[in-house]
């Protein structure tokens, strides 16, 4: 790809998701419409999803993003419901939906189905969780969609590989694609513990900033990368590495954690904004050479596929959620009792994303002696609709959904008060080790000084609980706003101070950056006193 073209498709996507976010309209679904309008305008140059790019380049960073950002304990705690969805339903999906096109389409062979059922099995990651923290679903529901996307991709991708292998006539039996599951499986798991406390060990004991977050950026290609290697699941790997690390963020010194997230944050915002922008921007590629296809047979097909697809999912969903617990006491006993808008949220929240896509395009033109792959464009084109048709349809129907169902969410003054009482017991322990410290003489500090350090900690124990207070009756303002206010304004008129010092040369630019870094350091510890 050219470079002009690139950076047009960054940029564009970037502005749309910039756009969306002033609308009611999930980004993940402007984008896609974004593309699929631009797709066919004079002069806008053809992109083609390029699977050697996508699975390697695209999808490692954004599966660290996902990772990093989810709870290793919240996981662990829905490891069954997870599991179900994430290996369970992706294989029964596969073959569900492989059975029914292999019915469907006439001339197209039962291995080149499960290819495809295999191809549109994984619900996207981005999509699911970007709607779930948008629309506040419980934290049980979204940790459950968390977990499904991180793993999913992993089991649709490696039965892929086993269906294509017997699709091309280059597979054993169906014992060695069981064989090869396991072991991509169980690989790409091992690569990831093996991997995961030497680059945590590199990032707490690199001394500057700016080596950690080069290795942050690098990890995830690593990971995915050597599990790759010895035929193991780079995705898997990757997933293990990012929530190790992200469990143990904690260990990280404070400035490497503030350059990674805003790294971090801006790399997902651009690749995701791509990666829908691209799925729209398919549109002329996916409907080259169908052939005797074209028209109403292909667009009965679509909507078929597209319907088997969504009820499959809820044919899984529901038996899953419900018969553990009916099976066992110890399900019954350990686990929150479900109702069923819970299994509906999770069946209605399917969307598919650039994974599958990327997938498909990665089927062969060919198969094993020279001759075509059997309905290589029709499934191609039937990934597309499936892709498009759940992001439409799904996308923008779950938000009013989940409101009409009315879901209890968490309440906002319980969530401030367990805030507060964890932010009282850390106060108390600094306060006691503040103590111990004064105590030897080798920590003297002059009063004033020693009493900055306790003012500080009880602003930082204060603030939570003043956002429980009453507001202004003028400004409408907490105590809390107020003073965040009154902060900025504070900082703003010695930034303002030192760029007129510089002008007027009294300080030249290298003492400037650094005195707007300092500033800028205390702008961001008060914010985040008081939010």
């Known amino acids: 790809m050219q470079v002009l073209p690139l950076l047009l498709l960054v940029a564009g996507s970037a502005a749309v998701a910039g756009a969306a976010r002033r609308t009611p309209v999930p980004p993940p679904l402007l984008l896609v419409a974004a593309g699929l309008a631009v797709s066919y305008v004079p002069g806008v140059p053809g992109y083609e999803l390029d699977p050697e790019i996508v699975l390697p380049l695209l999808l490692p960073p954004l599966l660290h993003t996902a990772a990093t950002e989810s709870s290793y304990l919240d996981l662990r705690a829905q490891r069954r419901p997870i599991m179900l969805l994430s290996v369970g339903y992706v294989l029964f999906a596969t073959l569900a939906v492989g059975w029914v096109a292999y019915l469907l389409v006439p001339g197209l062979p039962l291995p080149a189905a499960l290819v495809l059922g295999a191809v549109v099995a994984p619900p996207d990651a981005v999509a699911a969780t970007a709607v ?5 679903l419980p934290s049980r529901l979204t940790t459950i969609l968390q977990g499904e996307s991180l793993v999913n991709d992993a089991t649709a991708i490696t039965a892929y590989k086993v269906a294509l292998a017997a699709a091309v006539g280059a597979g054993g039996s169906w014992a060695d694609g069981l064989e090869e599951f396991l072991l991509a499986a169980v690989g790409g798991v091992v690569v990831g513990l093996v991997l995961m406390a030497p680059l945590h060990w590199l990032r707490t004991h690199l001394r500057e900033a700016l080596l950690q977050n080069t290795l942050s950026l ?8 050597v599990a790759e290697q010895v035929h193991a699941s780079g995705v898997l790997a990757v997933v293990v590495v990012a929530l190790y690390l992200g469990h143990h963020n904690w260990e990280v010194d404070f400035a490497t954690r503030l350059q990674e997230e ?11 904004s791509s990666v829908f922008a691209l799925i729209g921007l398919q549109l002329p590629v996916v409907l080259r050479g169908l052939g005797e296809n074209e028209g109403t047979r292909a667009a009965v097909y679509a909507v078929a596929l597209f319907l088997v697809v969504v009820a499959v999912r809820f044919v899984w969903v529901f038996p899953s959620t419900f018969l553990p617990r009916a099976l066992s006491a110890r399900v019954r006993r350990n686990e929150e009792n479900p109702t069923w808008k819970s299994p509906l ?3 209605w929240a399917g969307m598919r994303g650039v994974v599958s896509l990327a997938v498909a395009f990665s089927v062969p033109l060919t198969v094993h002696g020279g001759a075509p792959f059997p309905e290589r464009n029709l499934i191609l084109f039937l990934t597309f609709t499936t892709v498009i048709g759940t992001l439409v349809v799904q996308g923008l129907t779950l938000p009013p959904l989940i409101r009409r169902l009315r879901l209890p969410r968490p309440d906002p003054q319980s969530v401030t008060l367990a805030e507060a009482n964890a ?33 500080v900690l009880e602003r930082r124990r204060n603030a939570v609980w003043e956002r429980l207070g009453a507001v202004n009756p003028v400004t409408g303002e907490s105590v809390d706003d107020t003073y965040r206010r009154l902060s900025r304004e504070m900082i703003g008129a010695e930034r303002a101070m030192f760029v007129r010092l510089r002008d007027g040369r009294y300080i030249d630019d290298e003492m400037l950056r650094t005195l707007l870094r300092r500033l800028d350091l205390e702008e961001a510890a008060a914010f985040r006193e008081t939010t």
Request: proline share 7%; aromatic share 6%.
């Open 262 to 272: 805003a790294v971090w944050k801006m790399v997902a915002f651009l690749l995701e």
């Open 423 to 455: 932010q009282a017991q850390a106060s108390r322990a600094a306060e006691n080790r503040l103590r111990e410290l004064l105590d030897d003489e080798r920590n003297t500090l002059p009063p004033p000084l020693a009493d900055r350090l306790r003012e």
């Open 132 to 136: 779930a923290r948008r629309l506040g």
């Open 345 to 347: 949220i999770i069946g």
């Open 218 to 225: 690098l990890i995830p290609f690593v990971a995915y990368a």
